[in-house]
């Protein structure tokens, strides 16, 4: 197993004074040593000592709408947030890397968090294929406390066979831990009821008209869509 080796501010000039080993700054970004190079990351304490490892989609980046703007209300919350990046984004690619790629970056991502803020409580999360790679690695995290999902990608938009439901249907199914899951109704992906029927024990947040992104009309996620998200998610991490 990897290890994350090092990280580098980019702007130490940022620094305040720190909470658990890591600066409280509005924005404290890192490039995080992974194998086979560097990789973006933000990394804010909040005013408990719970965290978030938050990334993104396939096609998304860092700065993904609904993962950006839902870790910026985590942290105004008081929550920890850890948003990452997978290596193929970092270079410029557009198609993800292979899964056992996809998982030994985020686990060493979560071990650097893990190695310099101490986190009483860790929970791993992610939007759609973020979030895929997340329930897949959480059970092998000592310190993972749950799961987060956004948008989990239960089957492909089309052409739905039970050989593509197999391992998607039992990654949420062998998770082992406490599971959040945020889904919109209207999610080509799998919609809240289908989750709901494979993870009865799920904590469902449903977004009634929602799409893969959980925006009710074509585009961005709305802004009372991402409170009401974050409210819920900072009640279940506790």
Not at 177 to 203: R, W, Y
Request: aromatic share 4%.
């Amino acid at each position: 197993m990897g290890t994350a080796r090092a990280a580098v501010p980019l702007r130490a000039a940022d620094s305040e004074p720190s909470f658990g080993g890591v600066s409280a700054v509005k924005s404290n970004n890192l490039m995080v040593e992974v194998t086979g190079g560097h990789i973006p990351a933000r990394m804010n304490a909040g005013s408990s000592t719970s965290w978030l490892v938050l990334t993104h989609g396939a096609g998304g980046t860092i700065d993904d709408p609904l993962t950006a703007g839902l870790a910026s209300r985590l942290r105004a919350r008081g929550l920890g947030v850890l948003e990452t990046t997978f290596l193929y984004r970092a270079e410029g690619r557009r198609m993800p890397d292979r899964m056992i790629v996809l998982e030994r970056t985020l686990r060493e991502v979560t071990d650097y968090l893990v190695k310099r803020a101490k986190p009483a409580r860790l929970f791993l999360g992610g939007k759609s294929m973020g979030g895929r790679v997340a329930a897949r690695i959480a059970k092998t995290v000592p310190s993972a406390s749950g799961v987060c999902l956004l948008s989990y990608p239960l089957h492909p938009p089309s052409k739905i066979t039970e050989a593509n439901l197999v391992d998607r249907r039992e990654t949420l199914r062998t998770i082992g831990l406490p599971t959040f899951v945020a889904q919109g109704t209207n999610d080509p992906f799998g919609g809240p009821t289908e989750i709901a029927q494979i993870l009865p024990a799920a904590t469902l947040f449903s977004v009634e008209g929602g799409d893969h992104d959980l925006a009710i009309t074509r585009g961005v996620v709305s802004k009372t869509t991402l409170d009401e998200l974050a409210t819920r998610l900072v009640a279940f991490i506790g």
